[in-house]
C-alpha cells in the first residue's frame, strides 16, 4: 500500500559546536579588552568595532534547533535559531537520494572514502532519539552525506516511495 499523502514533522535539539562558542567568547573578550585599550590608544576603537560586531552575530546564534518536515515527495531540514527565526537549511525530493543507510555503515563510509571533497552535514540531535541515517544525496551535481534521525514513521514512508534505495546494513 502507497500513501498517497503524507507529512510529519521531527524537531531536534542541535549539537553545540565547541569552537563556534570558543570563538564567539573570544571575540567578547578582544571586543572589550579593545574598548578598555582605546582609552588610552584611541586607534584600538577600530579593532574593538569588528570583533564587537562578530560577537553579537555569532551570540545571536547560540540555540539551534533543527526541524525535519518529511512529505510525500520532498524532504526539508529547517534551522530554528533561537527559537524565533526558522531558516530552510535544505530542501531535496526523493528523486536526489542514491541511498539511505544507517550512519555507521561501511556504504556511507566507502562514499567518503571514494569522494574525499564531498560534502557532509550533521543535522542531528545532542542524545539522539532514534537511529540515526546517513542520507547519500546527488544535489546539483555535488555529492552530499546528511546525516538525520528521521522516526520509525518516516522510515515506514521511505520504505514504501523509495524501497530500493534503503538499506539497513
Same mark, same amino acid.
Given at each position: 500500500?502507497? /500513501?498517497?499523502?503524507?507529512?510529519?514533522?521531527? @524537531?531536534? /535539539?542541535?549539537?553545540? =559546536?565547541?569552537? &563556534?562558542?570558543?570563538?564567539?567568547? %573570544?571575540? @567578547?573578550?578582544?571586543?572589550?579588552?579593545?574598548?578598555? @585599550?582605546?582609552?588610552?590608544?584611541?586607534?584600538?576603537? %577600530?579593532?574593538?568595532? $569588528?570583533?564587537?560586531?562578530?560577537?553579537? *552575530?555569532?551570540?545571536?546564534?547560540?540555540?539551534?534547533?533543527?526541524?525535519?518536515?518529511?512529505?510525500?515527495? !520532498?524532504? !526539508?531540514?529547517?534551522?530554528?535559531?533561537?527559537?524565533?527565526?526558522? &531558516?530552510?537549511?535544505? /530542501?531535496?525530493?526523493? =528523486? =536526489?537520494?542514491?541511498?539511505?543507510? $544507517?550512519?555507521?555503515?561501511?556504504?556511507?563510509?566507502?562514499?567518503?572514502? *571514494?569522494? $574525499?571533497?564531498?560534502?557532509?552535514?550533521?543535522?542531528?540531535? /545532542? !542524545?539522539?532519539?532514534?537511529?540515526?541515517?546517513?542520507?547519500?544525496?546527488? *544535489?546539483?551535481?555535488? =555529492?552530499?552525506?546528511? *546525516?538525520?534521525?528521521?522516526? !520509525?514513521?518516516?522510515?515506514?514512508?521511505? &520504505?514504501? %516511495?523509495?524501497?530500493?534505495?534503503?538499506?539497513?546494513?
Amino acid at each position: 500500500m502507497i /500513501v498517497k499523502d503524507f507529512y510529519e514533522e521531527k @524537531g531536534v /535539539v542541535a549539537k553545540t =559546536n565547541s569552537k &563556534r562558542t570558543t570563538t564567539t567568547w %573570544v571575540a @567578547g573578550g578582544l571586543a572589550i579588552l579593545s574598548l578598555i @585599550g582605546a582609552y588610552w590608544f584611541f586607534p584600538l576603537l %577600530v579593532l574593538a568595532i $569588528p570583533f564587537g560586531l562578530l560577537f553579537i *552575530l555569532m551570540f545571536r546564534e547560540r540555540y539551534i534547533e533543527y526541524d525535519y518536515c518529511f512529505s510525500t515527495e !520532498e524532504i !526539508e531540514v529547517a534551522k530554528i535559531i533561537n527559537r524565533k527565526r526558522r &531558516r530552510s537549511a535544505i /530542501v531535496f525530493d526523493m =528523486n =536526489n537520494i542514491r541511498f539511505i543507510a $544507517p550512519a555507521d555503515s561501511e556504504r556511507l563510509l566507502n562514499e567518503q572514502e *571514494l569522494n $574525499p571533497l564531498m560534502r557532509s552535514t550533521d543535522h542531528t540531535a /545532542v !542524545e539522539p532519539s532514534d537511529k540515526v541515517y546517513g542520507f547519500f544525496l546527488d *544535489l546539483r551535481g555535488l =555529492n552530499t552525506i546528511i *546525516l538525520l534521525e528521521p522516526t !520509525e514513521t518516516m522510515m515506514e514512508h521511505l &520504505r514504501q %516511495v523509495i524501497p530500493n534505495k534503503i538499506y539497513e546494513d
